[in-house]
């Protein structure tokens, strides 16, 4: 029974860990160490590198494209480039139709996109620009998105991640909980790192400084290499920051059965660069002990709905069970949950239509055993999995 106390307890812990965090941002705000903010820089935009790696794209390839023709920003100031990568449809075609270049790699023994974006870089100029922006081939981004990167402040020595909304977020309650849950993540939390100068998660739509990518490289191919640059920049003391003005719009899987693989692959690769660059990251000393604390609280966070299959689960244990400290892990565990909730509150506040969003969350006792076992399945995938691609559908966000 102590062993299980123990184990509950380290699990309580790791729970809270979010939380801490953000109470030492909030304590900091509260004596007047919140970081000043950045400006853009003056001169000429700052020359953006915009690739598109894809496979088997040929149903959104055109829509993402044409989003970043029809930019708002100089045509001078900025490239975009598709990668067809192992691809045995239209997607190249279609790209070139749109009006950009279209790199085709065919190498089936090492498929991937971070695979493919390495390929790309080394064939590219890449020292011609301030900056290179990934956008994943089911996007759409907003006509202001590169000015928005733009007014980041420079770019060059440091990566930014841009809002990563959902495209399609009236599909179905799985859309419209994701919609609120990630407003939750870009107007609460990153809002509040970036108020005090911690480092902000990547994920689509990550833009990495041409100075990083020449001192670093593209160094990071596994199935969660967005993470992977996270953990690697947190190591190496490198700022993430978070453009709020730049807007991006993926397509968010609307069943269950459509999303699993993609929960999966979430999970593994969380877990994968947890345990790969989470002792770079605790030995690191080119960050400080909030930095180092908020980093391996972002890897080691299950997601808000394993984070409350966990809590039902664990608290019933600790409670229906003669465990030392039982009623003490219970509260502890439930505790954890006052952030994310605080957070999805933000969330549905900002919703265009709250009442709908929060109907939605009916759904969520299914969602989280559903995440659950989805999260079962990620240990399955630990390691270098193969990347197995999200199932699309047409119905789309203009």
């Known amino acids: 029974m102590i062993v299980l106390s123990l184990l509950l307890g380290l699990i309580a812990v790791v729970l809270l860990l979010p939380s801490a965090s953000d109470l030492l941002s909030l304590a900091k705000i509260a004596t007047g160490r919140r970081r000043p903010g950045s400006s853009p820089p003056a001169g000429e935009r700052p020359r953006l590198l915009f690739l598109v790696p894809a496979h088997n794209e040929e149903l959104f390839i055109e829509s993402c494209v044409r989003s970043l023709v029809d930019m708002r920003y100089p045509a001078t100031r900025y490239r975009v480039v598709v990668i067809a990568d192992n691809c045995t449809d239209r997607t190249a075609a279609l790209a070139r139709m749109a009006g950009v270049e279209c790199l085709e790699r065919h190498d089936p023994a090492f498929p991937g996109k971070p695979q493919a974006i390495a390929w790309a870089l080394e064939q590219l100029p890449r020292g011609e620009y301030d900056a290179v922006a990934v956008v994943d081939a089911d996007v759409v981004v907003d006509p202001e998105f590169a000015e928005g990167l733009a007014a980041a402040g420079s770019l060059q020595d440091r990566a930014v991640q841009p809002y990563n909304d959902v495209r399609n977020p009236t599909d179905s309650a799985v859309t419209r909980m994701a919609s609120v849950l990630a ?216």
Not at 272 to 295: E, F, N, Y
């Open 183 to 398: 407003a939750a993540r870009y107007r609460g939390s990153f809002l509040l790192k970036r108020s005090v100068g911690l480092n902000t998660p990547l994920s689509a739509g990550m833009c990495v400084g041409s100075r990083v990518l020449a001192v670093h490289g593209w160094r990071a191919f596994s199935i969660g290499e967005d993470w992977e640059w996270y953990a690697m920049l947190a190591a190496h003391g490198v700022p993430s920051d978070y453009a709020r003005d730049a807007h991006l719009y993926a397509q968010e899987a609307r069943s269950l059965r459509q999303g699993a693989s993609q929960r999966r692959r979430w999970m593994a690769g969380k877990l994968t660069v947890l345990c790969r660059r989470g002792p770079d990251i605790a030995r690191s000393t080119a960050i400080g002990l909030h930095q180092k604390l908020d980093a391996l609280a972002e890897l080691a966070a299950p997601g808000p709905a394993v984070h409350l299959g966990l809590v039902t689960l664990l608290g019933a244990l600790a409670l229906a069970t003669p465990l030392p400290g039982g009623a003490i892990l219970a509260s502890g565990l439930v505790a954890s949950l006052v952030r994310p909730v605080t957070y999805a509150l933000v969330g549905l506040a900002t919703d265009p239509e709250p009442l709908r969003a929060l109907a939605a969350f009916a759904f969520l006792p299914i969602y989280t055993i559903w995440r659950m076992g989805a999260a079962a399945g990620a240990l399955r995938m630990l390691g270098d999995s193969p990347w197995i691609r999200t199932e699309r559908h047409q119905r789309e966000r203009p």
